[in-house]
T-cell receptor
Framework: DTGVSQDPRHKITKRGQNVTFRCDPI?????LYWYRQTLGQGPEFLTY????????KSRLLSDRFSAERPKGSFSTLEIQRTEQGDSAMYLC??????????????FGAGTRLSVL | LAKTTQPISMDSYEGQEVNITCSHN???????ITWYQQFPSQGPRFIIQ???TKVTNEVASLFIPADRKSSTLSLPRVSLSDTAVYYC?????????????FGQGTILTVHP
């Protein structure tokens, strides 16, 4: 078990470009989450998947953001027409669906996005 | 939605015990209290979770009074490697899947 894996670790892009990040959760974890973290702040929830179904999206997730989890395994987060305000660390987390285990999530190392 | 309040920063020295207290006055009956640790350029890491009284694991203890309106994370004999941000979270009541709401956290700095 290698934990939650995110790729790439760092991404530098120019304003207006599209970017895509990938997250591989811990195997057998059916819950997957995306968060965004800016400097000095705690992570903010973006969206949640249970298996392949996207069950909640934060209002932080504008129309330029889209996330998928085909086949309920890895997930991708795409940002279209990036803006400088999108610069942040994008974190992925996964968790098992177990009775008695309340909301313990396992996070990846994140993808740091810099929009120039 | 239970909101948490914790100190912005704390300083300690190697070998000391550190206690970080978190207030969560609006905690709901079915909410759990969870603490995460985060190092720079890494994702948060689960430390400990509890519902009431005391919970202890290999790295920390969590003390929760009977009214559950606060909790205290206790780190015994800290070392330089415990320098990190510590987040206190309360699971959103009524949510079945566990969306986490992080505050600003407590920056713990351990000095030699």
């Amino acid at each position: 078990d290698t934990g939650v894996s995110q790729d790439p670790r760092h991404k530098i892009t120019k304003r207006g470009q599209n970017v895509t990040f990938r997250c591989d959760p811990i195997s057998e974890h059916n819950r997957l989450y995306w968060y965004r973290q800016t400097l000095g702040q705690g992570p903010e929830f973006l969206t949640y998947f249970q298996n392949e179904a996207q069950l909640e999206k934060s209002r932080l997730l504008s129309d330029r953001f889209s996330a998928e989890r085909p086949k309920g395994s890895f997930s991708t987060l795409e940002i279209q027409r990036t803006e400088q305000g999108d610069s942040a660390m994008y974190l992925c987390a996964s968790s098992p669906q177990q009775a008695g285990v309340q909301h313990i999530q396992y996070f990846g190392a994140g993808t740091r996005l810099s929009v120039l | 939605l239970a909101k948490t309040t914790q100190p912005i920063s704390m300083d300690s020295y190697e070998g000391q015990e550190v206690n970080i207290t978190c207030s969560h006055n609006n905690i709901a009956t079915n909410d759990y209290i969870t603490w995460y640790q985060q190092f720079p350029s890494q994702g948060p890491r689960f430390i400990i979770q509890g519902y009431k009284t005391k919970v202890t694991n290999e790295v920390a203890s969590l003390f929760i009074p009977a009214d559950r309106k606060s909790s205290t994370l206790s780190l015994p004999r800290v070392s330089l490697s415990d320098t990190a941000v510590y987040y206190c979270l309360v699971a959103t009541g009524g949510t079945s899947y566990g969306k986490l709401t992080f505050g600003q956290g407590t920056i713990l700095t351990v000095h030699p």
